[in-house]
T-cell receptor, first 118, second 112 residues
Framework: DTEVTQTPKHLVMGMTNKKSLKCEQH?????MYWYKQKAKKPPELMFV???????INESVPSRFSPECPNSSLLNLHLHALQPEDSALYLCASSQDITTYTRDHYEQYFGPGTRLTVT | KQEVTQIPAALSVPEGENLVLNCSFT??????LQWFRQDPGKGLTSLLL?????REQTSGRLNASLDKSSGRSTLYIAASQPGDSATYLC???????????FGSGTKLNVKP
């Protein structure tokens, strides 16, 4: 199973709402990533978790709060977002280098959550 | 900082044509390079992964090459089909950091 799942597929929220995005993988990957993608642009890295610990935060505003409750699950909590935060939010996972397999660090992406902030 | 460039930004070809997409990067200390395709509004689908020690990878009608010393990779698509129409992105991972740098993509349109 090489699938990364994301829920919900679409989300519309007001600027005062609190919502969460969810990402799940069952490939035994120990690195998980959040990306933000605006229309006609490449994905921009937001956060990286390695072995359930936050290893990279690309200076993301605090209104985005990541969480990795276990090795299969990654959440992104959203609060007080702005209209410019509307985008496709992509989750990805990969094996970590310590597994020493041929495809280590190959990223697998989920289908994304289309977020609209009104 | 690693800069990744993809040329051309858009490409339109008739069905059946062979084509080459280009990806260049500025820092040759890469760990691997991955090619993806993305359909409109969808997630990324991994096509090929080339480790830094490899020169090329093949999957079906796709062949990706890597020349670290010149900072270039190419994705060759043989006998293109309308179903190949999508945006193709390359991403490189540096050796020292667990992050990936994406190019801005090439939008491919294969006309029937």
């Amino acid at each position: 199973d090489t699938e990364v799942t994301q829920t919900p597929k679409h989300l519309v929220m007001g600027m005062t709402n609190k919502k969460s995005l969810k990402c799940e993988q069952h490939m035994g990957h120990r690195a998980m990533y959040w990306y933000k993608q605006k229309a006609k642009k490449p994905p921009e890295l937001m956060f990286v978790y390695s072995y359930e610990k936050l290893s990279i935060n690309e200076s993301v505003p605090s209104r985005f709060s990541p969480e990795c409750p276990n090795s299969s699950l990654l959440n992104l909590h959203l609060h007080a977002l702005q209209p410019e935060d509307s985008a496709l939010y992509l989750c990805a996972s990969s094996q970590d280098i310590t597994t020493y397999t041929r495809d280590h660090y190959e990223q697998y992406f989920g289908p994304g959550t289309r977020l609209t902030v009104t | 900082k690693q800069e990744v460039t993809q040329i051309p930004a858009a490409l339109s070809v008739p069905e059946g044509e062979n084509l080459v997409l280009n990806c260049s990067f500025t820092d040759s200390a890469i760990y691997n390079l991955q090619w993806f395709r993305q359909d409109p509004g969808k997630g990324l689908t991994s096509l090929l992964l080339i480790q830094s020690s490899q020169r090329e990878q093949t999957s079906g009608r796709l062949n990706a090459s890597l020349d670290k010393s010149s900072g270039r990779s190419t994705l060759y698509i043989a006998a293109s089909q309308p179903g190949d129409s999508a945006t193709y992105l390359c991403a490189v991972k540096l050796s020292n950091f667990n992050k990936f740098y994406f190019g801005s993509g090439t939008k491919l349109n294969v006309k029937p």
